[in-house]
């Protein structure tokens, strides 16, 4: 077993806590001291760390009801009530993953197995904690999608994987990261007061059939779907399916056939006579008169020498005035 593993099953760190411990020449196999990540720990092997011998532990997970009031915390200057109250000697030396404030209250998971803390806390993993949030004022979609798209605040850029409202007051937000005191933060910045902060899922474990200020003992099988389950993948915002067929009914159609008589004209305009330019439409009547043709017969254009087209007469002001011979009285004969 790597050294690294090792510690982390004894309940020193989480693996990558422990790599940090051995690089620091803190840890010595059978009166050596070693530095190397890659070092092998045999059964028989006595492990030293900070001057302290260390042996594995059996694996404990425990699942608690955290209530409002109690500290995540092994002990408290104040004097104040930490979630060790709740639990029975044997179970003191277990570390909680993850946190809850004073004033929240819910499902929280205490372990001597680092790695199960870093599945469980490191946002790269993946593990998802769902929060049930009542708030001071009426919700709406609106803040829920601000809350998604994320916000600066003091302790950094905090996000929502997913977040959707149960009832006016009451909403649902998931959390892969885990800034301190977040949702709290998130929804003050939008202008809200969280009366009441509850978490009820942690990976693929909720808090269901779980009394406040109770703890249950998880078994190797359940300890186990915390590994198994995949990291959960950011979903990607889609069009419906209605505005996809809408987009293609506007797509004009590709014609396979290059027969312009298969395809309707782009344009049109109106010539002489009143005809159009480019084959009728599909079902028109071909006796039927265009609205762009003309009431009257065109005229072709003047030339430039000022006179009339090829058989034309000008009419009124397209040309000068015709000159007619004055009438003249009766011819008187001849002498």
């Given at each position: 077993m790597r050294l690294?593993?090792?510690?982390?099953?004894?309940?020193?760190a989480s693996r990558r806590g422990a790599e940090e411990i051995i690089l620091g020449g803190r840890v010595?196999?059978?009166?050596?001291?070693i530095k190397e990540l890659?070092?092998?720990?045999q059964p028989d092997d006595k492990v030293v760390v900070?001057?302290?011998?260390?042996?594995?532990?059996?694996?404990v997970v425990l699942a608690l009801n955290k209530p409002k009031g109690y500290l995540c915390?092994?002990?408290d200057t104040h004097e104040r009530m930490t979630i060790y109250d709740l639990l029975p000697l044997k179970y003191q030396n277990l570390h909680h993953v993850g946190r809850l404030d004073k004033e929240s209250e819910g499902l929280i998971l205490l372990t001597n197995r680092g790695d199960l803390s870093h599945r469980i806390i490191h946002p790269s993993q993946g593990a998802e904690k769902e929060y049930e949030v009542v708030v001071d004022q009426p919700l709406n979609a609106e803040v829920m999608a601000k809350l998604v798209k994320g916000m600066m605040?003091?302790?950094?850029?905090?996000?929502?994987?997913r977040a959707w409202v149960d009832t006016g007051y009451r909403a649902h937000i998931v959390l892969k990261m885990g800034l301190k005191r977040q949702i709290?933060?998130?929804?003050?910045?939008?202008?809200?007061?969280?009366?009441r902060l509850t978490r009820i899922r942690i990976g693929w474990m909720k808090l269901h059939g779980l009394a406040k200020g109770a703890y249950k003992e998880l078994t190797p099988t359940e300890v186990e779907r915390f590994f198994k389950e995949e990291p959960a993948k950011p979903r990607l915002e889609r069009k419906p399916a209605a505005e996809k067929e809408g987009d293609e009914e506007r797509?004009?159609?590709?014609?396979?056939?290059?027969?312009?008589?298969a395809r309707e004209p782009r344009s049109f305009k109106p010539t002489r006579g009143g005809k159009k330019s480019g084959p009728p439409r599909r079902g028109a009547a071909e006796d039927k008169p265009s609205r762009f043709k003309p009431k009257r017969d065109a005229f072709s254009p003047r030339s430039r020498s000022g006179e009339a087209g090829r058989g034309e007469k000008p009419r009124g002001r397209s040309g000068p005035p015709v000159r007619r011979p004055a009438p003249r009285g009766p011819r008187r004969p001849s002498k």
């Open positions: 690294n593993r090792y510690l982390s099953q004894c309940g020193v010595s196999i059978n009166g050596h001291i890659a070092t092998q720990v900070d001057g302290s011998p260390v042996r594995t532990e059996t694996p915390s092994r002990g605040t003091e302790e950094g850029f905090a996000r929502a994987e709290r933060m998130m929804l003050y910045y939008l202008g809200y007061e969280v009366t797509r004009p159609a590709r014609s396979s056939t290059r027969d312009p008589e």
